[in-house]
């Protein structure tokens, strides 16, 4: 008897679970284009969508534990990304009234001296970039590239996939691992875990 696509889905996700990320891959692969569509409506913005469905993903990786085994994966995914694109706009507008706020701000107070970091927020911003660095030089060579052009370069995922010469599909499941990497790292980081493994070094 051919098993259904959701029964096909709850295989990928038990075995996403158990720790294998390339079933958890295909998963993103087989929706993300669908996803793209839905957050677009949101944002009207494919590179956004992009994004925002990357961190759906992302998100659905780290609570894999708290998805419903009799539910479908896709409409717990889909509601991932609406709530995604939902809090995108939400803080986009928070942005846009702060930066019309400091900009009012600003003509308010343009004569008086600008604040500098203190040095304790100057070191913990040179560790932050240290540890980056340190974090994108120990992924593999596609996943750095891939990363790379996209969170420093700003490149499409369509630009990367004719750069590096490989499917848009494979470009975005790279940047996807890249990215919990990092996320992982800089939660470390944010925790204090950072500087005391440096000290212990």
Not at 76 to 94: D, E, F, G, M, Q
Not at 101 to 119: C, F, G
Request: with cysteine.
């Amino acid at each position: 008897m051919k098993a259904s696509n959701k029964q096909i889905d709850l295989q990928l996700v038990k075995r996403a679970k158990s720790g294998d990320y390339q079933a958890f891959d295909l998963l993103v692969l087989k929706y993300q284009s669908r996803l793209i569509s839905t957050a677009i409506k949101f944002v009207n913005d494919l590179q956004i969508a992009e994004d925002i469905v990357q961190e759906a993903f992302i998100k659905s990786f780290k609570s894999l534990e708290s998805f419903r085994e009799d539910s479908s994966f896709y409409t717990w995914i889909y509601r991932i990304t609406v709530n995604t694109a939902k809090n995108y706009l939400v803080s986009k507008k928070r942005k846009d009234e702060l930066l019309q706020s400091d900009m009012n701000e600003e003509a308010i107070h343009l004569n008086e001296p600008i604040n500098h970091e203190t040095p304790e927020e100057e070191l913990k911003s040179q560790q932050l970039k240290e540890l980056i660095l340190h974090t994108l030089n120990g992924l593999g060579e596609d996943t750095k590239t891939a990363l790379t052009l996209r969170e420093f370069e700003g490149l499409s995922y369509e630009q990367i996939s004719k750069i590096v010469n490989c499917p848009v599909g494979t470009v975005r499941s790279r940047i996807f691992r890249g990215r919990e990497v990092l996320d992982h790292a800089i939660k470390e980081f944010r925790e204090g875990n950072y500087a005391r493994n440096r000290e212990a070094v």
